[in-house]
């Protein structure tokens, strides 16, 4: 309760000083709310941390629990990855669906195509080194 007060006293005194210092005329509504406001802040600043009875659980901080988009973020890199390799595929005119892509290791693509081999090629090469296994499916079996 001291240093409550002794550091409004502090803050009025700073303020007055701070008062004669600056020009009067042109600002001084502006910097006696501006001043007046500081004392203010430092006078309400040490309230939240009194507790008085029960108000000191009304308020208590709650702990807020941080949600889990890893999930969310697996599925649009296998998303984005899916339709990269149908792109290639396509850019190579191989006809072809890229039908899931499940992460590793080793990364597995399922792809329905008539060219099984011409895919296979492609997809090796869009995916570069990384251990890959590449299941091919007829087209007809799309149905």
Avoid: H
């Amino acid at each position: 309760m001291k240093q409550w007060a002794l550091t409004i006293c502090v803050a009025c005194v700073l303020a007055g000083g701070l008062e004669l210092f600056l020009p009067q005329k042109e600002y001084k509504k502006s910097i006696k709310s501006v001043l007046a406001l500081y004392i203010l802040v430092v006078i309400v600043r040490p309230i939240p941390t009194v507790e008085w009875g029960n108000m000191g659980s009304l308020l208590a901080r709650q702990e807020v629990s941080a949600v889990d988009y890893s999930g969310y973020a697996a599925t649009l890199e296998e998303d984005a990855l899916r339709a990269s390799l149908q792109q290639a595929l396509a850019e190579q005119g191989v006809q072809a669906a890229v039908r899931s892509v499940s992460p590793g290791p080793p990364l597995t693509v399922t792809v329905a195509t008539d060219d099984p081999e011409a895919a296979r090629q492609i997809l090796q090469q869009a995916l570069g080194t990384q251990q890959v296994t590449i299941n091919t499916e007829d087209m007809d079996d799309e149905a």
